[in-house]
């Protein structure tokens, strides 16, 4: 019916965007009526295009095998609470892009978006809940001319809240026409991450369910993975403890060039990525040998025979390159750094912790599903060699 209106109004002509939207050209003026009417009787009518109600999403886990999380899901809820409050919202707000990814992947283009989401999962007391990564600070304007930061994990159920305070935030303190992104730039990583903090927390399996099924889809996300009642108790694991640290160091690494990037901030970021890295793959091993040293070369050594030899922690499409990040910071790590150097494995690490979490989900499912420890033979290895 599209196309028979398409024909009937621009003469066969019409053009699909990058934002997911057909556009229809040269309309006379005195068809926009009924043109609107067509539209109407298919549901196509819906003010807003190119406009901050206008979420753009990938294909996710509708359909997509690599889709960790209901992309298209959190699209469609954000879409219709933006929707309802369109009109008290201002040209600068309307301006701003959403765009939600279902896995690191990009195909919604969040890495440009104001506000961007690319879907992970993380444990729970042995649940998977549903998460997005939070992504600000991209400029889709001027060819795309700035990617955006990373902020750290989201529950799903809780993203539209985000956005809400995050819109809030903007409309109260911005100055003398800031745009969004100038606004996030201003503030600085590290407040911002204060004023989303209070959004990261989950509750109980038991206080609300609702927080461990995904958006638009009735049922539990971890069922189907580690089996009902299958609770790992009510302690968080060495592993998630070692993981959380290296999301800290992380963002201190983002936070030390934040605000000046002179050589020995540049220094400190790239030393940073490179501990996150190695203190997640620390808290990986920790799952097979919870005496693992805190020796760098041991833990090296360790996660390539644990991990990578053994195709443990290989990404399903990536497959090992999230490690090479790890091997490749470490076999440089004394060479000089540049900014461009530091950014890239800050970006590196950011990856490299969403793949330790994955691996961590893929060893806690195997192992609450499994009555048979898949690592039993893994387990007794002894370091017999250290690379100096
Ligand atoms: S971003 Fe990930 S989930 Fe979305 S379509 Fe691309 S590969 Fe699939």
């Known amino acids: 019916r599209l196309a028979d209106i398409t024909r009937r109004f621009t003469g066969d002509n019409a053009r699909t965007t990058v934002e997911q939207n057909i556009l229809l050209r040269w309309i006379h003026e005195a068809d926009l009526p009924a043109l609107y009417q067509a539209l109407r009787e298919i549901n196509l009518h819906a003010a807003g295009a190119q406009s901050i109600v206008d979420v753009t999403?990938?294909?996710?886990?509708?359909?997509?095998?690599?889709g960790i999380a209901s992309s298209r899901g959190l699209a469609g809820e954000l879409r219709n609470r933006l929707a309802e409050k369109n009109l008290q919202y201002d040209e600068a707000v309307r301006d701003i892009r959403i765009k939600a990814?279902?896995?690191?992947?990009?195909?919604?283009?969040?890495?440009?978006?104001?506000?961007?989401f690319f879907g992970s999962s993380r444990n729970v007391k042995g649940f998977r809940v549903?998460?997005?990564?939070l992504v600000l600070g991209g400029e889709w304007d001027n060819n795309?001319?700035?990617?955006?930061?990373?902020?750290?994990?989201?529950?799903s159920k809780r993203v539209p809240e985000v956005v809400d305070h995050l819109l809030n935030l903007y409309m109260r303190?911005?100055?003398?026409?800031e745009k969004f992104r100038e606004y996030i730039a201003r503030r600085g990583k590290k407040e911002i991450k204060e004023e989303i903090a209070p959004f990261t927390t989950?509750?109980?399996y038991n206080e609300d369910r609702s927080y461990y099924a995904d958006w638009a889809d009735a049922r539990e996300f971890t069922i189907g993975d580690i089996g009902v009642g299958e609770c790992a108790g009510e302690v968080v694991s060495l592993t998630d403890f070692g993981i959380a640290l290296a999301e800290g160091l992380h963002f201190d690494a983002q936070v030390a060039i934040e605000k000046t990037t002179d050589q020995a901030s540049v220094d400190t970021a790239a030393g940073l990525a490179l501990d996150a890295m190695v203190s997640a793959a620390q808290a990986l091993i920790k799952v097979q040998d919870i005496d693992i040293s805190n020796d760098p070369d041991v833990i090296l050594q360790e996660f390539r025979t644990r991990f990578y030899d053994t195709e443990l922690f290989f990404d399903p499409f990536a497959k090992g390159k999230f490690a090479h990040y790890l091997f490749n910071a470490y076999k440089h790590r004394n060479d000089p750094k540049t900014?461009?150097?530091a950014l890239r494995l800050?970006?590196?690490?950011?990856?490299?912790?969403?793949?330790?979490?994955?691996?961590?989900d893929r060893l806690q499912a195997a192992q609450l599903s499994e009555p048979v420890n898949p690592f039993k033979n893994l387990v007794s290895r002894k370091v017999t060699a250290v690379k100096a």
Do not use: M
Request: proline content about 6%.
């Open 173 to 177: 303190d911005r100055q003398n026409g």
């Open 202 to 204: 989950v509750p109980s």
């Open 101 to 116: 990814s279902g896995c690191f992947n990009s195909c919604s283009q969040h890495t440009v978006a104001e506000i961007g």
């Open 144 to 155: 795309a001319a700035h990617y955006g930061q990373t902020f750290g994990a989201i529950p």
């Open 346 to 360: 800050i970006e590196e690490t950011g990856l490299f912790i969403e793949a330790s979490h994955a691996c961590n």
């Open 57 to 66: 999403a990938c294909p996710g886990t509708d359909t997509c095998k690599l």
């Open 339 to 341: 900014l461009d150097i």
């Open 130 to 133: 549903p998460h997005f990564q």
